[in-house]
């Protein structure tokens, strides 16, 4: 079982990783910034306070973990875009300062960037809201800064098109950089199933220094 450093564990996402985690017999160490808002309890869950824009805290935190996961910007609101580079390279920053006890890094990542038919990206679609794009784009500005790192062990999960809370059905389909679609051209993926393979990527590394996605 790993020990895993989580931010953004009381998001959207963040949330069902860590049910997900815990699940498995995982050791989960939720850093937050308000620990009042993270009422789970849980016999393998220790809750901290902390800050992935803060690199020293970052570096204290994951300090003995096996892996960070960081659900920051993972969730849909304009408030979002301004966190997401800033705390990637903040986790970048301070994993460096741990050397080869670096725990690795593993990333929830945004769709936008992701290859559709015909060769164009889905934020280039039609009819997308400002906000969203500007979302969009922060998590490709972040998949770009991860791209330039070969220092720290990272992978970063981009989710289908469409991702909100459903059933976990425990399956799956994966890509690298094209969009995952079914038969009838639908891309998505609930975000329990996103936590599913998240958690399977930490038990078998096989996207080590790059991004991949999942879809139904």
């Known amino acids: 079982m790993s020990k895993i450093a989580l931010y953004g564990a009381t998001g959207a996402i963040g949330s069902r990783v860590l049910d997900e985690a815990l ?35 970052v570096a204290e935190a994951a300090k003995g973990q096996d892996v960070v996961v960081s659900a920051v910007g993972g969730g849909d609101g304009p408030g979002h875009m301004a966190t997401i580079r800033p705390s990637v ?37 039609e009819g997308l809201p400002d906000f969203v794009l ?31 809370p459903g059933e976990r059905t425990g399956s799956y389909r994966t890509a690298t950089d094209d969009l995952v679609v079914d038969a009838d051209g639908n891309s998505r993926i609930s975000t329990e ?16 220094g790059e991004r991949f996605t999942v879809g139904y």
């Open 23 to 57: 699940s498995r017999g995982h050791t989960v160490t939720a850093v937050v910034r308000d620990p009042a808002k993270l009422t789970r309890t849980h016999p393998n869950l220790r809750v901290v306070t902390g800050d992935a824009l803060d690199p020293e805290s």
């Open 89 to 125: 390279e903040s986790l970048v920053s301070a994993l460096r300062t741990l050397g080869a006890d670096a725990p690795r890094l593993v990333l929830v990542g945004g769709a936008g960037s992701l290859r559709v038919p015909g060769g164009k990206q889905v934020w280039d679609a």
């Open 134 to 164: 500007q979302i969009m784009h922060a998590h490709g500005d972040a998949l770009d800064y991860c791209r330039t790192v070969d220092d720290v062990r990272w992978t970063s999960l981009s989710p289908a098109a469409t991702i909100e």
């Open 193 to 208: 199933d996103y936590a599913v393979a998240l958690l399977d990527e930490i038990e078998e590394p096989r996207h080590t």
